[in-house]
């Protein structure tokens, strides 16, 4: 089992930039989970899917965010346009009522 | 409401201390309960769980946690910690068979060696 498999591991761009993160969920978690961690704010939920559908993405924190999950294998979270304010790890979670299995995180830098 | 409190935000303790974070859950039914371990610079990672059964539940690395009912809580604990328990603990609760859980904001734990 590889785990939950994040892209790219670091990420580094200017603002206005769009940004594009990857996701791939563990096979058979039926829920997948998109956090954003920085020292000042901690860790947030931004946006959850259940069996493919978004459920709640009141975290998401403006109109420049968004998400999709096409499929049960991949999920993306974009960003357009991208603003320094951004610059956070970014980590995506699979989950079962077993509980959170995290990738490894993507580390954004907007110049 | 639904949601976890984690009461300390900062632990420091010397190696060979003993631990112990405070987790309180705020929960209408049955609860599953988590804690997870994120060391510096890496992700968060399961530490243990109890769904039913023992309240007294062991995990990884010496780590164990107690669910008291009557209190709400789950508070993890360790005899004697090593500096490479350096980490930030969070606790979490989720409804039995939920896959979604509340997660606290976690305690900050640095170990002087």
């Known amino acids: 089992d590889a785990g939950v498999i994040q892209s790219p591991r670091h990420e580094v761009t200017e603002m206005g930039q769009e940004v594009t993160l990857r996701c791939k969920p563990i096979?058979?978690?039926?829920?997948l989970f998109w956090y954003r961690q920085t020292m000042m704010r901690g860790l947030e939920l931004l946006i959850y899917f259940n069996n493919n559908v978004p459920i709640d993405d009141s975290g998401m924190p403006e109109d420049r965010f968004s998400a999709k999950m096409p499929n049960a294998s991949f999920s993306t979270l974009k960003i357009q346009p991208s603003e320094p304010r951004d610059s956070a790890v970014y980590f995506c979670?699979?989950?079962?009522?077993?509980?959170?299995?995290f990738g490894s995180g993507t580390r954004l830098t907007v110049v | 409401a639904q949601s976890v409190s984690q009461h300390n935000h900062h632990v420091i303790l010397s190696e060979a201390a003993s631990l112990e974070l405070g987790c309180n859950y705020s929960?209408?039914?049955?609860?599953?309960l988590f804690w997870y371990v994120q060391y510096p610079g890496q992700h968060l990672q399961l530490l243990l769980k109890y769904f039913s059964g023992d309240p007294l539940v062991k995990g990884i690395k010496g780590f164990e946690a107690e669910f008291i009912k009557s209190k709400f809580s789950f508070n993890l604990r360790k005899p004697s910690v090593q500096w490479s328990d350096t980490a930030e603990y969070f606790c979490a609760a989720a409804n039995t068979n939920a896959g979604k859980s509340t997660f606290g904001d976690g305690t900050t734990l640095t170990v002087k060696p």
């Open positions: 929960y209408g039914g049955t609860v599953n």
């Open positions: 979670a699979s989950a079962t009522f077993y509980g959170y299995t």
């Open positions: 096979s058979g978690h039926d829920y």
